[in-house]
């Protein structure tokens, strides 16, 4: 009888667990914060729009001041920031984004196409160690020594930032 009691206790823990965690990657999605955007410590910005920002994510634009090439690192598909990114900042599905850089790559237009980080640790590394990158990370995870550019003038956190 006692193994019985047990038994159910452990299976309705179990259960509650596995639901808890069912629950919390739609949960986590949904009320993640502002998406920061990092670039390389040694580029000389503080400041981009929108526009610029667009022009950086979809290629148009090549090159930083001092013609450091721009090495675009963008998180794989699944997460919250790419899909912030594209949403806010390209205004594209997922879809129509690859199919932007399939086209852009085939017809020769750039030199370098977008490196996929598959986690915030792998962003700031390569951030970190490529001259000129660029990422976006969820602003929460920004630890010291990141540069954090401000969009329109703003910050994660700030009124008005529009990355969220």
């Not at 900042?89 to 199919?99: D, G, I, K, L």
């Not at 237009?109 to 700031?124: D, F």
């Not at 001259?131 to 020594?145: E, K, L, N, Y």
């Amino acid at each position: 009888m006692l193994g019985r009691t047990r038994n159910r206790k452990l299976r309705l823990l179990l259960l509650t667990l596995c639901l808890m965690l069912a629950g919390l990657t739609p949960l986590g999605a949904q009320t993640a914060g502002d998406v920061a955007i990092v670039v390389h410590p040694d580029l000389p910005i503080d400041n981009l729009t929108l526009s610029e920002l667009r022009r950086l994510v979809l290629g148009d634009r090549e090159f930083w001041p001092a013609s450091v090439r721009v090495t675009l690192l963008i998180r794989a598909p699944i997460a919250h920031e790419r899909d912030v990114v594209l949403k806010n900042v390209c205004q594209m599905t997922e879809a129509q984004f690859r199919q932007h850089w399939i086209a852009k790559v085939f017809r020769a237009e750039t030199a370098l196409a977008p490196k996929i980080a598959y986690s915030t640790e792998m962003a700031v590394d390569l951030v970190n160690r490529i001259p000129g990158a660029i990422t976006f990370m969820d602003a929460s995870q920004v630890g010291r020594g990141l540069k954090v550019v401000r969009i329109e003038g703003r910050l994660p956190g700030e009124k008005g930032y529009d990355l969220h």
